[in-house]
């Protein structure tokens, strides 16, 4: 795990890099920020404007809980990406990194009231472990904070209904690698969904078992063992990450 500031940079600045090339951006818009190791809370997040593929390492933000920038920089901040990480960052000190993607397979799956089911392998590992909170509109105000982080709860993530996913991670890989997971599911879902309506996939027992089987005891997170691997992608097809 990333133990300085200047390693969850550019852990940070990979999973950006990473997520335009996988596709997952939007333009100027979503988020994904990670907490600063030794200030408690401040955490880092994307300048406004920039793409994902012009993220590095130097050019991301330190903010608040409040919203506020506290590098001394006055960067621009999307005002949407304060109000939904700067909530889960407070509600979830264990979140060291949040995610939250306008990626395509996913928006589509949080349009679904029945959400993500067990019908691969990859949903088995968040199945059950995903919450739902009901759109809104645009995701600005202090009482819809509250609402979304209680729908949160201590799971690994939401389905914002007709908005997107939003992930959390103990590391950024972690949080990276689970919307891997998350994005293919969902994928793989909608694409069998399509040919058979009435698709359920495997029993509850056999998918909680799954999942058991995935996480084992904890000692090895998500991303732990793909992370290296990823780094290397990012180097190799985007480079500059790190600066």
Same mark, same amino acid.
């Given at each position: 795990m990333a133990s300085t500031e200047h390693e969850v940079r550019i852990d940070l600045a990979a999973a950006y890099r990473l997520a335009a090339?996988?596709?997952?951006?939007?333009?100027?818009?979503?988020?994904?920020? *990670?907490?600063?190791? +030794?200030? =408690?809370?401040?955490?880092?997040?994307? &300048?406004? +404007? !920039?793409?994902?593929?012009?993220?590095?390492?130097?050019?991301?933000?330190?903010?608040?809980? &409040?919203?506020?920038?506290?590098?001394?920089?006055?960067? =621009?901040?999307?005002?949407? +990406?304060?109000?939904?990480?700067?909530?889960?960052? *407070?509600?979830?000190?264990? *979140?060291?990194?949040?995610?939250?993607?306008?990626?395509?397979?996913?928006?589509?799956?949080?349009?679904?009231?029945?959400?993500? !089911?067990?019908?691969?392998?990859?949903?088995? &590992?968040?199945? +059950? &472990?995903?919450?739902?909170?009901?759109?809104?509109?645009?995701a600005l105000g202090r009482e819809e904070q509250a609402r979304l982080v209680a729908a949160l709860g201590e799971l690994d993530g939401l389905l914002l209904a007709h908005h997107g996913p939003l992930i959390v991670g103990r590391s950024v890989a972690e949080a990276w690698q689970l919307m891997h997971i998350l994005e293919r599911a969902a994928q793989a879902q909608l694409r069998a969904m399509a040919a058979a309506p009435s698709l359920r996939g495997v029993d509850a027992g056999l998918a909680a078992l799954t999942y058991r089987q995935w996480v084992g005891d904890g000692s090895v997170r998500d991303g732990d063992l793909e992370w290296p691997a990823l780094l290397r992608r990012a180097q190799r097809l985007s480079p500059g990450f790190s600066d």
């Open positions: 090339l996988q596709g997952w951006d939007d333009g100027i818009y979503t988020h994904l920020s *990670a907490a600063v190791p +030794g200030e =408690p809370g401040v955490y880092l997040i994307n &300048r406004f +404007g !920039l793409l994902f593929e012009e993220v590095c390492a130097s050019n991301l933000v330190k903010v608040n809980m &409040r919203g506020e920038v506290v590098d001394g920089s006055a960067a =621009p901040v999307n005002p949407s +990406g304060f109000a939904i990480h700067g909530a889960v960052h *407070a509600a979830r000190p264990d *979140a060291a990194c949040v995610i939250h993607l306008h990626s395509p397979w996913a928006v589509a799956l949080a349009a679904l009231p029945e959400g993500l !089911l067990p019908t691969s392998q990859w949903a088995m &590992r968040l199945c +059950g &472990r995903l919450g739902r909170h009901d759109y809104e509109g645009l």
